[in-house]
């Protein structure tokens, strides 16, 4: 018994697979290596159990290493000092520097991780290099030459056996004849294999030995590898000269340059001949497979008829929806911002009759008007109307109306806002300012801090604090009124708290009155750091040049016409102490009108919800970033310009450890012409923008999605999904015709039902089904005679295999388009998404719900109920994607392996919803609303829950709000006020 067979049954470490032909051929071969420090590398190492046992056969190795693809084939590491273990594919250039990084030479290469044979040529071609001289290459394994499965066939000419035949030919090289290197000899397979070959190592292969699935090239030098002089010994007459021998001491070739058996050519073409028979039987296989095909075909032809029709149709609708979106989105969005502008001129104007009102109602009560009126009855009798005197009285008052309003009230304001430091600046928006709704008023007045809080709050922020975050506030600055400009700013200097910086770059460059004006203020306030730019590069690239220098470890970003009120720091300065790793924070915001007089339009936002920013950039403002996290992702994208904070939020949220939604109004959005507060049309290029941010989202998360403009929900995923029956539909509910519900399914799901289940727990048996009604779509009954709507529908789920799982109520009348398929491709196609919902609305558009608030128990009610459907509010819009905690069956989509029912078997159905979809959403996957997704009802049905305190800490809603329905702002003093 061989001393390496020995050591190989007494191995007790990891494990070793070897056979026994193998065993005895190695000790044949590498007995002579024994005592000496060999460097052996062993490609296709497995566990590593046989570099423990050649660390014993060779007591004196100086390095053992191995290389396999599998990871686990490096864990645990092993005890042996001399083991390197390198964890890749030997035919890659990575994985090829890391084990000659090992060693520069070899003198044992043992080859056996791969079958192929290409994968075979291609190790051969990298690491016989590498074998030192007098070394020894070891291929095993050969056995799947003669396998097609491995690339392989015994006259196969390409197989891993003909490659080494061929390296025999290289050991008589200098005997050819011929005037072709041996490189040239091998470059079929150097084309076949995609490898490479020098001649100078080829010149190298001393000998080549076969044994059974194992084969060994011995390496030596060129020069050792020739035939040599001819030596003769011993007395007598010479022997007769030898062929191709030339005076009788050198052998040298005979020239074959004409002998046809020596042409290389001829290999070529016998290659070619046995590739042609191979295919001929191939031909023949495939010809047999597709007659067997072509009857399939048949079989199945009648029902690919009825799809082509519905698939031809929804191509087309998909191609000119697409065309729209390119070619007529500008038309479209114009004509909605037109609309939505005339809406919010309109509520201007009647907010401004009502404040003149008020004011007019006021002002008869005090004795000035009486006054006032006196010297209106005067100024009739000596200035008549139409007279020359009368024409230059209102010249010379309207003069002085102008100066007053555009100039000195401006001018008292700007100074009394860069007055002494001793005092907080003034900005713009004051505490007298009104706000629209009325509702929204009397919140601010209740929750917003007062005078007395932002002087505690100013106190408690020390000029410089080293643990406390340093806020570099950007703003690039081009073309905006001056009395604007320096409320902006006077917004910052007014914080409470009190570390922060003012990063303006400044890009306004024919502006000298306004430079000056930023010049003025730096002087006071050495916390403002402005800087000129050369040019103006766009809002992206003058943000990026305002980023350079700034320093804090936080950035809040701030547009040059719009305010942060005033303790907008010091609520994220909180949150940060106590959340430390949030990366991302943002805030609620309002909008103001032009002057500051006016608060309107607040939007309380929900937490980090990625589909919802889908449809719209709703964080807006107020945003904070670590900014070594806005520095990694490179800053803002010029390619997104109009939509540029929108991209750079996400990139910045996938790059973020926690998103941290901080509730309050900290920061006003002023509406003035130009501006993307007064709607899409201010900025039309922004459309671009945005979609080039949506389409570079998909495109980052892997979705199998295309981007597009959707006149109602700004837009839309249109998934790609590949028609196949991916999903299980389950009917319930006890009212609506059984008949036109499936009807209407099978238009809807056309290809991607695997299963129906109509889930029936009414007295009496379910009616018969006409033949042909589900398309040829299994259908099957699950019955409850006690009426136990969570044990049918468990046992519906439990029935089917569908990767996706379709609830729908019979109360449903009808489905927008699309509706059903584009709830099943939310769960098929997004990974992160466990549940989708539909919209339920009444056949006017009235929101029945739009997913559902939850509280403590499972106590839910839903949300934007009675609301228009095209109509916002505090929380947004019906119409936007928007993540969800939970929802109503009447139209939803699971993924079924997060739709586990059995625990909730003996519980009421509605309580055992809210629990499923907790189960659903879990701590990594989302549910979500798509408002594209529309099921329509008969009557708004009756609220089963009432409100409770824990639904404020729903994520997906606000705790602002003391009601769902209706959505009712908390306008509660608060206690010992």
């Not at 000269?241 to 050198?250: A, D, K, N, R, S």
Request: aromatic share 8%; glycine share 8%; net charge neutral.
């Amino acid at each position: 018994m061989n001393e390496l067979l020995k050591l190989h049954q007494a191995h007790a470490g990891r494990i070793s697979d070897r056979w026994l032909a193998c065993l005895t051929q190695y000790e044949r071969l590498l007995a002579p290596w024994r005592d000496r420090p060999v460097r052996l590398l062993e490609i296709g190492m497995q566990t590593a159990g046989s570099l423990q046992i050649w660390g014993r056969y060779f007591p004196n190795a100086s390095m053992l290493v191995g290389c396999d693809p599998d990871p686990q084939s490096a864990s645990p590491t092993c005890d042996d000092p001399r083991i390197r273990l390198v964890v890749g594919d030997a035919r890659s250039d990575d994985a090829e520097g890391r084990v000659n990084a090992h060693s520069s030479a070899w003198d044992i290469v043992i080859e056996h991780g791969a079958q192929a044979s290409c994968h075979k040529v291609d190790v051969f071609a990298r690491f016989f290099p590498k074998v030192s001289e007098g070394g020894i290459f070891i291929a095993e394994d050969l056995r799947g030459s003669y396998w097609r499965e491995f690339e392989g066939g015994l006259a196969d000419p390409f197989s891993s056996v003909a490659f080494y035949k061929r390296l025999a030919d290289l050991v008589n090289f200098e005997h050819w004849g011929m005037q072709i290197s041996r490189a040239e000899y091998l470059a079929g397979f150097a084309r076949h294999c995609g490898c490479h070959f020098v001649e100078a190592e080829l010149a190298q292969v001393h000998s080549v030995e076969f044994v059974n699935a194992q084969c060994a090239i011995r390496k030596r030098s060129a020069a050792d590898n020739l035939l040599g002089p001819r030596l003769i010994a011993g007395a007598g007459a010479k022997p007769s000269t030898q062929v191709g021998e030339e005076g009788g001491t050198v052998g040298r070739a005979l020239d074959q340059t004409s002998n046809p058996w020596s042409d290389t050519r001829l290999i070529d073409l016998a290659d070619g001949a046995r590739f042609a028979a191979r295919y001929a039987i191939m031909e023949a296989l495939a010809l047999k497979a597709i007659a067997q095909a072509s009857r399939q075909i048949e079989q199945i032809r009648d029902l690919e008829a009825q799809l082509a029709h519905g698939a031809k149709a929804l191509a087309e609708r998909e191609s000119a929806m697409q065309r729209l979106a390119e070619h007529e989105v500008a038309e479209e969005v114009r004509q909605i911002d037109e609309y939505r502008a005339r809406e919010q001129d309109l509520m201007a104007t009647v907010q401004a009759r009502d404040e003149q009102i008020a004011a007019l109602l006021a002002a008869l009560s005090k004795p000035s008007a009486r006054l006032g009126r006196l010297i209106e009855r005067v100024a009739r009798k000596l200035f008549p109307m139409g007279s020359l005197r009368r024409k230059a009285l209102v010249r010379v008052w309207k003069l002085a109306e102008r100066f007053y309003d555009r100039r000195l009230v401006l001018w008292l304001r700007s100074r009394r806002a860069v007055g002494a430091t001793a005092s907080p600046v003034q900005d713009l928006v004051t505490d007298d300012a009104s706000a629209q709704p009325p509702e929204f008023a009397a919140w601010i007045r209740i929750h917003e801090p007062d005078d007395a809080e932002r002087a505690r709050q100013r106190l408690a922020s020390a000029p410089y604090n080293p643990a406390a975050p340093l806020f570099s506030v950007l703003v690039p600055v081009y073309k905006v009124p001056s009395a604007v400009l320096e409320a902006t700013i006077a917004s910052v200097r007014n914080q409470s708290w009190q570390d922060w910086e003012l990063c303006i770059a400044y890009a306004d460059l024919d502006n000298h009155h306004n430079w000056a004006l930023l010049e003025r203020i730096a002087m006071e306030d050495l916390r403002l750091k402005v800087h000129r730019l050369g040019e103006n590069g766009g809002i992206s690239r003058n943000s990026n040049a305002a980023l350079r220098f700034a320093c804090g470890r936080f950035i809040a970003l701030l547009d040059h016409d719009d305010e942060l009120t005033p303790w907008a720091l010091h609520d994220m300065a909180t949150r940060i102490a106590a959340v430390p790793d949030a990366d991302f924070l943002y805030s609620d915001t309002d909008s103001i009108n032009a002057s500051g007089t006016l608060r309107l339009n607040p939007l309380f936002k929900p937490a980090w919800s990625p589909e919802m920013m889908l449809s719209v950039n709703y964080l807006t403002h107020l945003n904070v970033m670590r900014r070594s996290i806005v520095q990694a992702v490179g800053g803002w994208n010029p390619d997104t310009d109009g939509a540029q904070d929108w991209d750079i939020f996400f990139r910045v949220a996938e790059k973020s450890r926690r998103i941290e939604r901080v509730p309050g109004i900290h920061y006003h959005w002023r509406m003035m012409p130009g501006s993307t507060a007064g709607g899409i049309v201010a900025k039309p290029y922004a459309l671009l923008g945005q979609l080039q941010t949506l389409k570079m989202r998909v495109q980052r998360l892997g979705l199998a999605a295309g981007v597009q403009r959707d006149r109602e929900s700004g837009y839309r995923l249109v998934w790609h999904l590949d028609g196949r029956p991916e999903v299980d539909l389950i009917l319930h509910g006890d009212c609506g015709d059984v008949f036109s519900v499936l009807g209407m399914l099978v238009e809807q799901c056309a290809g991607m039902l695997a299963s129906i289940t109509l889930c029936w727990t009414e007295p009496g048996a379910p009616p018969a089904l006409p033949k042909g009604l589900t398309g040829g779509v299994p259908f099957a009954v699950v019955r409850s005679p006690e009426g136990d709507k969570t044990v049918a529908i468990a046992e519906a789920v439990e029935s089917g295999r569908a990767p996706a799982v379709l609830l729908l109520d019979r109360a449903v009348k009808r489905l927008a388009p699309h509706s059903l398929r584009d709830l099943a491709a939310w769960v098929l196609k997004h990974p992160e998404i466990g549940f989708s919902s539909a919209l339920v609305l009444l056949d006017d558009d009235t929101v029945v719900e739009a997913g559902r608030v939850v509280g403590r128990g499972g106590v839910t009610q839903p949300m934007f109920r009675g609301s228009p459907l095209r109509q916002g509010g505090l929380m947004g819009e019906p119409l936007w994607y928007r993540n969800i905690t939970a929802a109503a069956d009447t139209a939803m989509a699971f993924k079924r392996d997060r739709l586990q029912l059995s625990e909730y078997r003996g519980m009421p159905w509605a309580q055992a919803l809210v629990a499923i979809c907790a189960t659903a959403r879990g701590s990594d996957r989302r549910g979500v609303v798509v408002p594209q997704a529309r099921a329509f009802v008969e009557r708004m049905p009756a609220l089963s829950d009432g409100w409770h305190d824990s639904m404020r800490d729903d994520p997906y809603f606000h705790p602002a709000f003391t009601s769902v329905v209706p959505l009712a702002l908390d306008l509660d003093e608060p206690s010992g006020a």
